[in-house]
């Protein structure tokens, strides 16, 4: 029986070649299409850090003003994004075992070598406590001490393209690079990381790449460092 399929199949095909082969176009791109969907589809709808999505929660204060909603079209829902001194606040607070306020720059990093060019660099402003709270992975060194959370400190985590681009892949740790107007000292490189989404951030490219350098929040008034995402004002 499957040899005689075979040979109408055959038949058909010396018949009619163009209308055949259109046929098995159609068949293929339809093929390929609902398989593109299933697989971004299983991407965006998996739990992204399975083990502690449970434990990890989205602070939202309600700090809009009280005369008109933040969105007129959920009046009860308080803004996505905390202000600056409430952020402050909540890590000064004792109650979360681990916490972290963060928000986006962009910055000019400097290499060493002057046969380099200076490129724009994503940055991330965070606590140490993001690199435990997300399981980022670190090739070289690991997160700036408690100190540098308190106060400003220059020092920095490199991504592992940022550190391949600017010193050749090796253990930069302890080796100075300068960002802006003032040099920083590694004390950390990543592994290659490619969190989809970034769960960590929603609210501003949740599916583009995890930034390129990652720096102590205290230095951004240090630095006058202004943001790179979104901002709501009443």
Not at 20 to 32: F, K
Not at 71 to 87: M, V
Not at 185 to 203: A, S
Request: a positive charge; glycine letters at 6%; hydrophobic letters at 40%.
């Amino acid at each position: 029986m499957l040899a005689y399929h075979l040979r109408i199949a055959a038949k058909s095909l010396r018949r009619t070649p163009i209308l055949s082969a259109l046929l098995v176009a159609g068949i293929a791109l339809g093929i390929a299409v609902s398989t593109a969907f299933v697989a971004a589809y299983r991407t965006v709808a998996q739990d992204p850090i399975p083990g502690k999505s449970h434990k990890l929660y989205y602070v939202e204060l309600d700090a809009w003003n009280p005369k008109r909603p933040y969105d007129d079209d959920h009046p009860k829902d308080p803004p996505n994004q905390l202000t600056w001194r409430d952020a402050n606040a909540l890590m000064a607070s004792p109650v979360p075992t681990q916490k972290s306020a963060m928000f986006r720059a962009d910055l000019t990093l400097f290499p060493a070598s002057r046969d380099e060019r200076p490129f724009r660099a994503d940055t991330r402003l965070t606590f140490r406590d993001f690199f435990t709270m997300f399981d980022v992975p670190f090739r070289y060194g690991g997160p700036w001490g408690a100190d540098a959370d308190r106060g400003p400190q220059a020092v920095v985590v490199l991504d592992d393209a940022t550190n391949q681009k600017v010193f050749g892949g090796g253990n930069s740790v302890g080796k100075k690079v300068r960002l802006e107007d003032r040099d920083f000292t590694v004390v950390g490189v990543l592994e290659p990381w490619y969190p989809k989404p970034k769960f960590y951030d929603l609210n501003s490219d949740r599916y583009g790449e995890a930034e390129q350098i990652y720096l102590p929040f205290t230095t951004s008034r240090d630095l006058k460092m202004g943001r790179n995402g979104s901002m709501n004002c009443s």
